[in-house]
């Protein structure tokens, strides 16, 4: 498939805790059941899905870096860094395509610190609040916004 029908799906630290961790906050799926559905669902649509997962802010920035050259959009859920990277909101201005920020919980009914998103400064759109079913949701989305651009 193109390249340029598709879409990467970041997501940052402690994601990969997904299914173990505060299922009461986060549900009950892992990761890797999350990320099989979105590629899935990206076939479906003709887009090819990748995912990746780092705990390191460093790592998420150069794929980030590397991914303007390569991919049509950016599906990010930046987990704590959201509300604390300057620096991964810099690299998502140099992506300059279509970007949606995915959060499972709603940040807003968390504590203070959780209610700024840095990354939201920069994402054409941001989803919170309703589990994995947001991913989903930032898909439909960022196709439609790659859509339009073209």
Known sequence: MNKLNSILVINGPNLNLLGNREPSIYGNLKLKNIEDNL????????????????????????????????????????????????????????????????????IYRRENFRHESYISKVADGSICGLGDLGYELAVYSVIKLIEEKN
């Open 39 to 106: 590629i899935e669902l990206g076939k479906k649509n003709l887009y090819d899905i990748e995912c990746m997962q780092s705990n390191y802010e460093g790592k998420l920035i150069d794929t980030i870096q590397n991914a303007a050259k390569s991919y049509s959009g950016i599906i990010i859920n930046a987990g704590g860094y959201a509300h604390t990277s300057i620096a991964l909101m810099d690299a998502l201005k140099f992506f300059n395509k279509p970007i949606i920020e995915v959060h499972m919980s709603n």
